[in-house]
């Protein structure tokens, strides 16, 4: 029996924006997230879960209840905001202690609870402090600790990182993993960051303009991502797409490989011969960014550092096997890569448990990765 | 004299004095000079052509102390105060939570509930004597027909204080509400739905996170209103002119009936000076108390 189910789940504003028929299922304790460029609903997805926005169709069960007309009191279920929406008068300790005094929870309990949250954040020694006085990183640890005192089974997160810095939100977002594995929490986790979708959950739902793109585990993402705009948005950088007759395929294909797959030979020894646009030094690799008028977002790494230059032509060999083939009309999956071992060993966590919804993209398209 | 350090410090010094100096220019000739004056005054007899004015000290206070219709004043300015201050406030406060939410016509409605600010005082007056006035008055109109006497309420002592006290509240309410809608919408949405999901209702999120945020502006709002029950004169001048036998007169009119109709400038000066000390009392209280248990944002 899953835990969090949502069916034909549909929320407009007048016929745009919103979330459009989305479907999906949770088992306990998983750890989900709902990865999506700007405006594609998937804030409106997690606020319809909690409660803060009724859906015009579908419904929404948890642990078996069907919650789609009760008000957020009443789901059982603990929320940081992105902002963390933090009550600027109240200390720490009044602010995780909230929703415990508002339930009337007995004083001893709430002792107990309050201790134990703030060991779990490491906000020991700030409980009196106001959040003005906090940095962000505390802030956000507050938030963190208001939604673990509440031992509520289901936790949703809406971007809780987002106002970070990359160095805090490493660690923050480890503390985040361990604090769900720690209460057993499910974990219903919205982001339009990729690693840290990748990195946390165990089911990632990937949605664009509100519907679903596909619903996998990670690795199936990275792996086999069910359309062009999957395989667009999941990876840095991104698969490369081909117009299926710059391989000698036939044109009703497209085919996307992925950077790493993709290697730099002599003219003439390759699959297809691109021109450098741009030649970024990683460290350990060097990413070469390469055009080629049937390819979109083709991209190669060279180990350590390169003496090639701007603007250069070289071939780059799009290996067989690494490659997908998409339907160049429905943007959808058609093959597989071959003899890929990851593939053949991937966690199947996730497999079946939603349908993975159809979209349409043409290659043409851009993925709409921000907003303007 | 040449020393650099010493030249720096001066420019600097010259450099404060300037900046300081149009604040200190306006406020010393409007504020702080009167004020200094009006207390000299109130320490000197009324002078008349025969008697020049000579030093009496407190003799002025004695005689004001001892004056009935001094105290009766005051009381009744208390009165006023205590009614209009928690009324407008508390209706200000809720009229400005209606006009936040989300209501059909809301601009309509904050429109129409701020319009009584806008009227000037003596045209507000007015417009209640018309509300006032016996037998054909609004308010008798609509008692007749629930057939109810008619109430002269400008004209008898146990109403006319009441009368204006609703004129003050029916002005000041809308104002102030414009402080408190403004003070609501720096309220993020999403603590609402932080305090939602905690399972609060909305009078807990009312008491335990909006008033609290609101303090600020409370407090803004309350010294306004008590520097304004003090300040009241305009609608006194239409309405009743502080009678029937001085039973809605308030401070500044009895002070204005002193300096300007009795001519009697140092009693007026002395009230002056009482009324200015209790105001400023008041004030270093709201701030030195109230301030450390407000939440600043």
Redo the contacts between chains.
Sequence with gaps: MSFLELKGITREWNGQGGVKNVSFALPRGAFMSILGPSGCGKSTLLRLI???EQPQAGQIHIEGRDVTAR???QRN???V?Q?Y?L???LSVADNVL??LK??RIGRSEQVRRLDKALEMTGLQGLEHR?P?QLSGGQRQRVALA?AAV?EKPLCLMDEPLSNLDAKLRHSVRRDIRALARALGLTVVYVTHDQGEAMSLSDIVVLMNAGRIEQIGSPQDLFQRPATTFAAQFIGEPPMALVDGPGLALNDDVIAGIRPEAVALRPIGAGDLTATIKDIEFLGSKTRIALTHPAAHGLAAFVAGSTNLALWQMVDVSIPENDRLLFNAQTGKLEKEPQQNSETRIRQNTASGIGPKAPFHLNLSTKPAQKEP | MTDPFTLERRRRAIHGWLLLSPALVMLSVFAFYPSFATFVTSLWSRGTRRRPSEFVGFENYQYLFEDPTFWLVAWNNLLYAAVTIPISITLALAMALWANAKIPARSFVRTAYFTPAILPMIAAANLWLFFYTPSFGILNQIGGLLGADPVNWLGQPSTALWAVCAVTIWKEAGFFMIFYLAALQTIPPDLKEAAEIEGASRWTYLRRVVLPLLMPTTLFILINAMINSVKLIDHLFILTKGGPSDSSKLILYYIWENAFAYFDRPTAAAMTALMLAVLGALAAFQFLMLDKRTHYR
């Design positions: 909690a409660g803060l008000p957020a009191a279920l603990s929320m905001f902002s929406a009550f600027p008068h909230f929703g508002v339930r106001k003005a208001r509440a």
